[in-house]
């Protein structure tokens, strides 16, 4: 199958609005939107503005919408691509997709290019060498040092990488010019969760108030992502049973319902280890 070579989106509506809780990390990334937003105001007094920031974080977390949300609020166009997407490519693929990636978004720009899952590319050279296609991955781990280096820092394209893993990235990654900036996006608490809550609830028709704060403390450990499951699942659950509206049993028996699932998920892995 050919895979897709990068998504490009001009249009993006997410706002740090979308984004809940994470004060530490939206207030790091503001600076980001400030700098496409205003380049000038850095750069002419000498300062040079970054090339790239990783953020840094478990699953689920958030890392992707914050990014949408710099594009969004800085009104950049948005390009993406999965660091997962060039471990099934052939070789010379991986490295020429990284060149046409960076080409179009210096047309475009100012814009932010996002790699997610950036480790599976850009995990330490010369390590787990058993995969065979390592070297493309080397390529293309390659390609992407040579254009951060290669654009000078009046290109105004900013370069935003998620991973769960910044242990095992290459160093060089991580260089003075490159991402040396870490953003970290962690697993909400209870106060985060509640306002996550709010944030999904917002679109679902309720048949009774919802305690967000009860809700909060019906989910320790879960990610944003899995709140905006639940929130989901609890509507499904609610249209299934044929009710007009969600009420608090449907979100007590969605909570249950995904914790179900992690365990399973959890079991699954620490079988595989
Ligand atoms: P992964 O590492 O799995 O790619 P991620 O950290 O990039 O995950 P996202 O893809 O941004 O996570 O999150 C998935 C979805 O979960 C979001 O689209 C959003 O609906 C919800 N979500 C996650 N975090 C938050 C948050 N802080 N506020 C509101 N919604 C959130």
């Known amino acids: 199958s050919k895979a897709k070579l990068f998504d490009e989106k001009n249009d993006i509506k997410v706002t740090f609005k979308d984004v809940a ?72 693929v991986g490295a020429s997709r990284v060149r046409d990636l960076f080409k179009q978004a210096k047309e475009k720009s100012p814009a932010i290019i996002f790699i997610d899952e950036i480790d599976a590319v850009g995990r330490a050279r010369g390590k787990n060498n058993f995969s065979g296609s390592n070297d493309e991955r080397e390529n293309t781990l390659n390609q992407l040092l040579t254009e951060m280096d290669g654009f000078g820092t009046n290109t105004n394209v900013i370069v935003l990488a998620a991973t769960n893993r910044a242990d095992v990235l290459d160093k060089a990654l991580m260089r003075a010019g490159r991402f040396d900036r870490q ?15 709010e944030v999904h609830l917002k679109p679902i028709k309720k048949s009774e108030h919802l305690d967000t704060e009860f809700l909060a403390k019906q989910t320790p450990g879960f990610s944003g992502a899995d709140i905006a499951n639940v929130c989901n699942e609890a509507a499904l659950i609610a249209a299934r049973n044929n009710k007009t509206a969600v009420d608090k049993q449907d979100f007590l028996d969605a909570v249950d319902r995904i914790v179900g699932g992690l365990e399973k998920k959890n079991k699954i892995i620490s079988t595989e280890e």
Not at 24 to 31: N, R, S, V
Not at 46 to 72: C, H, M, Y
Not at 184 to 192: A, F
């Open 183 to 197: 953003i970290y996006v962690d697993l909400p608490d209870i106060r985060e969760r509640r306002e996550i809550f």
């Open 21 to 92: 809780g994470l004060e530490g990390a939206k207030e790091e990334i503001q600076e980001i939107v400030e700098f496409l937003r205003t380049p000038e105001k850095y750069t002419s007094i000498g300062g040079k503005i970054p090339k790239g920031a990783l953020l840094v974080g478990p699953p689920g977390t958030g890392k992707t919408l914050l990014a949408k949300a710099v594009a969004g609020e800085a009104k950049v166009p948005f390009f993406s691509l999965s660091g997962s997407d060039f471990v099934e490519m052939f070789v010379g």
